[in-house]
């Protein structure tokens, strides 16, 4: 069905080169887009390039997108070359955990810069680009990966880590309405848990005792993330702005 179709369409993923980034630029890759990964290390895009190419076009721009200037430059060198970008997923993302007596200043300012401050610094570097893609019929995406640690209270001692991801899902309200006008949507995914490196630790730990928790069962798998992204990137999602999609098994509800 067309209606899942993004055939020509140019996607931008923050942090594709592993975990939920790299599921949803698989998953956007199989729908047809050609897609653009960027995280810190060129030798992970490298592996990650090597790895998705089966799929479709797919090219690594390393880029810290904790700081402005690296956002800027991505936007740039994506620029050059293409005209436009239809879809741009705001995924890179770290985690701290430690006791509160303990949770260090250093934890607030890594987790906030890159969870909270990138988004909004990469689709300000990219607006341009957006509105080139952007139309009435078909408006560009914008998709922020929050998480249901920003929906509830978390038990685990993320404090920084949860508290960005709530101010993402309300960056994403906020700028929907703001970029709504310009034929941009913007949305957000509050994932659960899903099997990534940032996970790791946790479900070795506790993954059993998590799974229960689930009300269907199991652990996130990657087409679960890949088929929300393309239906948010995709004609199907086209009158979606605002939304924080819990994709988390029901664990939210």
């Not at 690594?60 to 060198?77: G, N, Q, T, Y």
């Not at 906020?174 to 006008?181: I, R, V, Y």
């Not at 099997?195 to 087409?223: C, F, H, N, Q, Y």
Request: a neutral charge; proline letters at 4%; charged letters at 25%.
């Amino acid at each position: 069905m067309d209606l899942f179709d993004l055939t020509g369409k140019v996607a931008v993923v923050t942090g594709g080169t592993r975990g939920i980034g790299m599921m949803i630029a698989r998953g956007l890759l199989q729908a047809g887009a050609r897609v653009y990964i960027s995280s810190r290390k060129a030798d992970a895009g490298d592996a990650a390039v090597a790895e998705l190419s089966e799929f479709g076009t797919v090219v690594s721009i390393p880029a810290d997108v904790s700081k402005e200037a690296e956002c800027i430059r991505l936007a740039e060198e994506v620029g050059k070359r293409e005209e436009q970008v239809h879809i741009l997923v705001n995924n890179a993302g770290a985690t701290w955990g430690e006791d509160l007596e303990k949770f260090p200043e250093s934890a607030w300012d890594k987790v906030l810069d890159l969870n909270l401050k990138a988004p909004f610094f990469v689709t300000r570097a990219f607006l341009s680009l957006l509105e080139k893609a952007a139309s009435h019929e078909d408006p560009a995406r914008v998709i922020n990966i929050g998480s249901i640690a920003g929906l509830q209270p978390s038990a685990a001692r993320t404090y920084s880590y949860s508290t960005s991801k709530a101010a993402v899902h309300q960056l994403t309200r906020n700028l929907s309405k703001e970029l709504a006008p310009r034929r941009i949507t913007v949305n957000a995914v509050a994932p659960g848990p899903f099997e990534s490196k940032m996970m790791a630790a946790t479900l070795a730990a506790a993954g059993d005792e998590m799974t229960k928790r689930v009300p269907l069962g199991r652990i996130g798998r990657p087409d679960d993330m890949a088929g929300i992204a393309v239906f948010l990137s995709s004609r199907a999602g086209s009158y979606l702005t605002g939304t924080i999609i819990p994709v988390d098994g029901g664990i939210a509800t």
